[in-house]
């Protein structure tokens, strides 16, 4: 396969009715790992608005039960992207998702915001860090996938366009982004989460790295003192001399799904997209069962945690 193999199959669909498997194409097979990155950013950046990062410190989900709670958005996000909207495990995925939103009083606008910035903030990062950026085509599909994720949310007022997601997105930043002791804890449990998926001294070093990678709005909404200059500036000129790196690599044959990878801890031998997530009756808990030990029976029907037997490799 050339190196521009996919990006040729994507120019060869249409953004306005091949939006999904557009965005399939690039989150798996062309920037999984910058996907990944980018939408986990997007979603840090809503724990400044205060009246998101104090509803989720009430829920104590993203505090207490931060490991579970990634695992459970991102399985249940992703559901979506590799199934399509119109399957069994995509419309279960949406359900679960609508479940959980329903029991708590989040404003229309801020459910568009959020939805901003998984158009907005992916697209930035891989400007700035990604092997190449997103191509107009990519860009469109983007914007219609997560106009199709609104419409199944029941959303109103959504963006047409990438232009208007972009400007919705900095001006709410402006309007509503100030310190909040919940969306600090939020945002602390988050940094404390993804330096724990590392060795100890590497841990601290990948907390500070994501510190330097936030922009100033959104670094002193938290309250976090400004990095050194150098150190910044190294970090950054990093994650893009890692872009030119998988620039040069051979394009990818096999998706690489994040259920693959080493950050999803909680279900080692597999999950029910129906299982995912909070339930009212429960208030929420911790993993279901201890790393390593199996409790839940394996429905390959919707989606079991198949890596090692699947053959994708690593993310890049």
Request: proline share 7%; hydrophobic share 30%.
């Amino acid at each position: 396969m050339k190196r521009h193999a996919w990006l040729d199959r994507i120019q060869q669909l249409d953004p306005e009715t091949d939006f999904t498997e557009i965005y399939r194409i690039s989150s798996q097979y062309e920037f999984p790992w910058d996907t990944n990155q980018s939408l986990g950013f997007a979603l840090y950046r809503t724990y400044a608005v205060p009246s998101i990062g104090q509803l989720l410190a009430k829920t104590g989900e993203f505090t207490e039960r931060t490991q579970k709670r990634y695992d459970d958005t991102v399985l249940i996000l992703e559901a979506v992207v590799e199934h399509g909207f119109e399957s069994a495990p995509g419309r279960e995925a949406i359900r679960r998702m609508n479940q959980m939103h329903r029991r708590y009083d989040i404003s229309n606008e801020d459910y568009v915001y959020v939805l901003s910035t998984f158009v907005v903030v992916p697209k930035r990062w891989l400007d700035e860090y990604g092997w190449r950026p997103y191509s107009p085509h990519e860009v469109r599909a983007s914007v219609n996938y997560y106009r199709r994720l609104g419409r199944h949310m029941g959303l109103k007022d959504v963006p047409e366009t990438y232009e208007e997601f972009e400007r919705l997105l900095d001006d709410y930043e402006r309007a509503n982004f100030s310190f909040d002791q919940g969306g600090r804890d939020v945002s602390d449990a988050t940094l404390d989460l993804t330096a724990g998926w590392y060795p100890k001294p590497l841990g601290k070093a990948m907390r500070t790295s994501s510190i330097c990678l936030l922009d100033d709005p959104l670094r002193e909404a938290f309250g976090y003192p400004r990095p050194p200059a150098l150190l910044q500036k190294a970090v950054r000129a990093g994650m893009r001399m890692r872009g030119r790196v998988v620039r040069l690599l051979p394009p990818r044959r096999k998706p690489w799904l994040a259920r693959d990878g080493r950050q999803v801890r909680c279900y080692p031998n597999g999950y029910r997209i129906s299982e995912l997530g909070t339930f009212e009756e429960s208030g929420g808990g911790g993993c279901p069962f201890p790393h390593g030990t199996s409790t839940l029976d394996i429905d390959t029907t919707d989606t079991a945690a198949q890596g090692a037997a699947s053959g994708h490799d690593s993310p890049r």
